[in-house]
């Protein structure tokens, strides 16, 4: 049996699975501080669920944590960013285009040493070991509680930052150090810029993870914890210490995740309408396609995996404006305070939710709260939105041809049960709570991303060994070995690189091992 949950703008939602089968789900409001809310939804499940805590096996957490503090700018660490480039690497020093204001919170402080290696891992200049520790020591007079190293095509040999880290972590005993060959892909600015955001978050992940412990611990709960990452994978809780921009973007992908699961398509689109916002994604044998650009966190450029998600201001608690002639919903939301604020739950304001329990489409409420609604308001701002998101549906497709939607979320009352642009439209059961099933119901994977001279290896060399090596990586992350497979290879010759030079991904998925995890964690 395994719990699992999902932290939105709106509402935290819980599912407590046995196998394939859902046994309980709650829906509770987002807290201003998250983890109350956690507590009240696990409260809410343990309650309803009729099981009791000893036959809990794991517990998957999808959460906002991380995204909402760096965006918000608020609980980060000060923060080093140490990057071995020189001589080339002077001229964009780190952190060149971040939002004034988040560089200030970080009270970010650069550092450009020499080192990096060329695509194929050959030096471009010796690492100087005493520049590193004159770093050290400027970042210990300035009191910086976390270091982000990055190198140049470190991806391919890592080497200079492993040997920058055992420098810095002799000089700064205890200080947490993020590499950015971990976390990144190939591209020096936006790879840096992950590794910062990394290391300013690194404090709160220590803080986040204990207080997910001491939740469980509180309902007796003693079971592994895992937090899903923004891949549709799962990752231990020491893993999303070192690693809390892992959980970027989570919640639109578990709510896919749980799209292909409880829909049964591996190929379709994805719409997800919650309280807030409409995310509207792509799966690919079950999986959610991964954007191909750089992704922007809060006004800064990065490359770390990120599902290609398409987000608009339309959600349950978004704000209807009629005042013009187009009746209009959103961007603007009541988000959490949606149960105080709709005229639905007693409150004044017209939201979304309104206009479909109006329509009849939505049960929530007191319906007699909109009786007096206009019928040509109400018509024209559901039409407005369900046109919105079938142009979104649209921009998101790879072809004109009509595919398969999923809708998910509590929010996708909003929408009819006709697309446009769709072969068919599905609302599974269970879709309100997709999110935390899809959290429930991930695995683990393990992904490669390397650059290969075909002078030197053969193609088909070059992808077993990429292939090999995601496999491996999932298996050391949990997977059973019998399971795992690879769902998705990406080649791209590097035709501006010598030596016939071709980019290889590769990704390897496998179930979890529950009964291993499980039996550890009590051991």
Known sequence: MRIGIDVGGTNTDAVLMDGPRVLAEVKTATTDDVTSGILAALRSLVANGGVSPEQIQAVMIGTTHFTNAFVEGKRLVPTAAIRLGLPAGRSLPPMVDWPARLKEAISGHGYVCHGGHEFDGREIARLQPDEIKRAAEDIARRGLGSIAVSAVFSPVNADF??????????????????????????????????????????????HIVAAFHAALAEFAIDAPVYLSQNDGTLMTVDFAERYPVATFASGPTNSMRGAAFLSGEQDCAVVDIGGTTADIGVLHQGFPREASVSVDVGGVRTNFRMPDVLSLGIGGGSLVDAR??????????????????????????LTATDLAVADGRATFGDASAVAGLDPSVVRAGLAWAQKQIADAVDRMKTSAAPVPVVLVGGGSVLLRDTLEGASRVIRPDHFGVANAIGAAIAQVGGEVEKVFSLGSTSRDDALDQAKAEAVAKAVAAGATASSVRVVDVEEVGLAYLPGNATRIKVKAIGDLELERVSGAAHR
């Open 324 to 349: 013009g002639e187009q009746t209009t919903v959103g961007p603007e939301s009541v988000g959490y305070r949606l149960t105080e604020l709709a005229r639905v739950f007693g409150g004044e304001t």
């Open 161 to 206: 930052e492993q040997q920058a880290a055992e420098i810095l972590a002799a000089e700064l005993p205890g200080m947490p150090i993020s590499l950015s060959h971990e976390l990144g892909r190939m591209g020096l600015l936006e790879r840096e810029n992950a590794t910062i955001m990394n290391a300013c978050l690194r404090g709160l992940a220590t």
